[in-house]
C-alpha cells in the first residue's frame, strides 16, 4: 500500500511540464506503481488542454502568450535533452549488462536515460552505494540508491530537497516505512537515517537538488558527499 504521495503542486508543474526532468522521471515512476496519482495527472492535462482550446477563441494578452511559448520552449528543451541522451545509449552493452542486478527492478521506460556502459556504483557507506545517472540537466541529480538487507544509510542532512522513490524492498527511517512506489520528499534541513528491512536488499530512485551532508564523527572526514548533477 503506497503511503507517500507527490503533492498537488508538485503534480501540477508536471502535468504542465514545466517541471525538471529529473523530477519529472521519478514522478513518472510513481505513477506507474499509483492509479491515483496517474489519474490526477490525466485529470490535470485534459483540464489543460481544455484550457488552451478555450483560449484559442479568446483575445489573450501578450503576457499569457509568452507564457505559453515559454512552456513551449521548455518542453522542447526537455525533449532535446531526452533525445540527445537516447542517441547516446549504443548498443556497446545490453541493458542487462548495464543494469547487472538492477535489471529486474528498474521500470522500462528509465531504461532509455542509462549509459552505454555498465553503472558505476560507489560506496557511501559499508552498506549504501549509489550510481548516478546523467539525463542531460543541470539543477538535480538522478541517481539508483541501494541498500543492504537490514543495511543503514548514514545519517545525513540535506542542503537542497531530496526525492526518494522505493522500486524495491522497503526502509524504514525515524518517521514510517517506505514501500515499493512510495514518493518521500525531504527539504532543505531535515535530518534521518534509512535502513532497510531485514529480510531484503532495498533499491530506490533519488533526486537530489543539492549535496546531501553527513552528520557525526563521519562529517569530519567527509562533510559534503559528491555532487554532480549530469
Ligand atoms: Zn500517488
Avoid at 14 to 39: N, V
Wanted: charged share 20%.
Amino acid at each position: 500500500m503506497i503511503g507517500r504521495h507527490p503533492d498537488s503542486a508538485l503534480l501540477v508543474e508536471y502535468a504542465s511540464g514545466s517541471l525538471e526532468l529529473a523530477p519529472s522521471i521519478a514522478i513518472t515512476t510513481h505513477i506507474q506503481f499509483c492509479d491515483q496519482c496517474r489519474r490526477t495527472v490525466e485529470s490535470l492535462q485534459a483540464v489543460g488542454g481544455e484550457m488552451l482550446e478555450e483560449a484559442a477563441s479568446v483575445p489573450v494578452s501578450d503576457d499569457l502568450l509568452d507564457n505559453v511559448f515559454a512552456h513551449i520552449d521548455s518542453d522542447s528543451s526537455q525533449e532535446q535533452s531526452l533525445s540527445r541522451v537516447q542517441h547516446e545509449v549504443g548498443k556497446v552493452h545490453s541493458e542487462n549488462e548495464v543494469l547487472g542486478e538492477l535489471a529486474s527492478t528498474v521500470p522500462a521506460y528509465i531504461r532509455k536515460f542509462l549509459p552505454a556502459e555498465p553503472l558505476k556504483w560507489r560506496f557511501l557507506s559499508p552498506s549504501l552505494k549509489t550510481a548516478t545517472i546523467s539525463v542531460g540537466e543541470d539543477v538535480n541529480e538522478l541517481s539508483f540508491l541501494k541498500i543492504k538487507a537490514g543495511g543503514k544509510a548514514p545519517v545525513h542532512t540535506h542542503k537542497g530537497t531530496e526525492i526518494t522513490v522505493v522500486l524495491k524492498g522497503c526502509f524504514s527511517d525515524e518517521e514510517d516505512l517506505y514501500q515499493p512506489g512510495d514518493f518521500i520528499v525531504r527539504q532543505a534541513g531535515e535530518t534521518h537515517q534509512p535502513i532497510a528491512a531485514q529480510n531484503e536488499e532495498c533499491i530506490c530512485l533519488s533526486v537530489l537538488s543539492a549535496p546531501i551532508q553527513l552528520t557525526g564523527i563521519k562529517s569530519m572526514l567527509n562533510p559534503f558527499l559528491s555532487f554532480a548533477p549530469s
